[in-house]
């Protein structure tokens, strides 16, 4: 269906929001109907059959659930509505609106938007209707952003979406995750998709830099201006001018570094050392930490307004046990990768290294997992790797799994703290085995190991 045959239905409570998008659609559909009530929702539909419905995620109505957008999404269902249905969300509320793909909405848009953007996103929005029945959430078969960001997991698939949908803004990131998860692979696919991205991508390890350091480095300084000074230097600022400043680790600066950057984060200008001339900056700022984000929270660590300031939308990444089969996904990516740079045959995994894999923990995450297929393949000497040729590295685990207990006493520790999560779960496999960071495969043999 093209967008001049088709019906609009407009629901959100914010009366200029209606106003606007009437007047935007009222030329480009065969007709557009606006409505403030979702309560009115069951009454329009009985009188109209719609294609498209823009449907707000909050409203100030008797319905009071926090999620206002999600249950009026089930009723629409439950009306016999089989429109297209568009979530209108803010950006507190992406991960709302990424919840609400799962439960049946097309596609979202996030408050303020183009209007150009908006008409692209219903025009997709009524292809994937005629194509999928209306089913809009990333499947499983988009498992690769670029040619390293690779996963088909849930977790992954909901980080794909927001990727797609915050890269073209201009929206600060905040990208949380423990050590080898990828995060500088998520700014690098943001940086790709954004309109910035024929420009720079700078990335910095903020945490690495002292304190004499840092100013210099960020903001640049003058010839003479100190010691080591022997020639004018253009900062990191100035360098990713136009596109995208990465600044890695920015849990570890301390207070008197987090002051200099809220202070040009603030007013948009740097100041080079030795000079008194403020310079203009034009950069979208993507920051990444290991570091949990109660912990950032702590104002003896970590201000709270430059949070704020560089957290319009933060971005999870999970551990690698929290992604199910991806490690498998990941570990075919990297042998082939690896059988090819070391002119090696063994490409693949027989069942029994596979499984080992499925079972390991993986405390160093993806890039552990990357540095044990590497070496397995450097060290591999048949056609495929067996479980004997994957040697986890000593470095990443835990010191009470490198002691030498007695197998029995293991044993039982296993055994009660799967029965106890079990207990806790009230017997769901799923829950126990994400909790306790295994795959439900790898669970039913445990399960089978100890006769539970």
């Excluded at 009230?426 to 445990?446: D, F, H, P, Q």
Aim: charged letters at 30%; proline letters at 3%.
């Amino acid at each position: 269906m093209i967008l001049k045959n088709a019906s609009v239905l407009i629901v959100d409570d914010d009366p200029d929001v209606l106003t606007a998008v009437r007047l935007l659609l009222k030329t480009e559909t065969a007709g557009v109907t606006i409505e403030k009530n979702p309560e009115n929702i069951r009454a329009l539909l009985s009188k109209q059959s719609f294609d498209i419905v823009l449907l707000d995620m909050n409203f100030n109505s008797s319905i009071n659930t926090g999620n206002e957008g999600l249950f009026w999404l089930k009723k629409l269902r439950e009306f016999g509505c089989n429109a297209a249905v568009i979530m209108i969300t803010a950006y507190g509320d992406i991960d709302l609106a990424v919840r609400s793909l799962k439960e049946g909405a097309t596609d979202f848009v996030v408050k303020p938007w183009h209007n150009e953007k908006l008409i692209l996103t219903i025009k997709d929005a009524l292809r994937k209707k005629e194509n999928k029945g209306g089913a809009g959430y990333v499947s499983s078969s988009d498992s690769i952003i670029g040619s390293e960001l690779i996963g088909e997991s849930e977790v992954m698939q909901q980080i794909f979406y927001k990727i797609e949908k915050i890269a073209p803004t201009d929206a600060n990131i905040l990208i949380l995750g423990e050590n080898g998860t990828g995060k500088d692979l998520i700014a690098k696919a943001i940086h790709q998709q954004s309109l910035r991205a024929d420009k720079p991508f700078i990335k910095v390890d903020v945490g690495a830099l002292t304190e004499s350091l840092f100013e210099s480095e960020l903001f640049g300084h003058k010839k003479g201006a100190f010691t080591d000074a022997r020639e004018d230097r253009v900062g990191l600022f100035e360098t990713a001018s136009g596109g995208t400043l990465f600044l890695d680790e920015i849990g570890n600066i301390s207070l008197h570094q987090q002051a200099k950057l809220l202070s040009v984060l603030q007013n948009r200008k740097i100041t080079r050392i030795g000079t008194n001339q403020p310079i203009p900056i034009d950069i979208r700022l993507i920051c990444a930490t290991n570091m949990p984000l109660s912990e950032l929270a702590n104002e003896t660590r970590f201000r709270k307004d430059l949070i704020y300031r560089i957290n319009t939308v933060e971005i999870m990444v999970p551990p690698l046990r929290k992604r199910g089969d991806d490690v498998e996904l990941l570990a075919k990516h990297f042998v082939r990768i690896y059988a090819k740079k070391y002119f090696k045959s063994s490409d693949n995994f027989d069942a029994k290294a596979l499984e080992k894999l499925s079972d390991y923990h993986f405390p160093g995450n993806v890039r552990e997992l990357q540095y044990t297929i590497e070496r397995a393949v450097i060290m591999g000497e048949n056609d495929v790797l067996h479980a004997s040729d994957l040697i986890f590295s000593p470095i990443e685990s835990p010191r009470e799994l490198r002691d030498e207990p007695d197998e029995l006493n293991l044993s039982q520790v296993e055994k009660n703290t799967i029965l106890k999560v079990i207990e806790k779960h009230n017997g769901n496999i799923s829950k126990a085995a994400k909790e306790l960071g295994l795959t439900r495969t790898a669970l039913y043999r445990r399960l089978s190991k100890y006769d539970i």
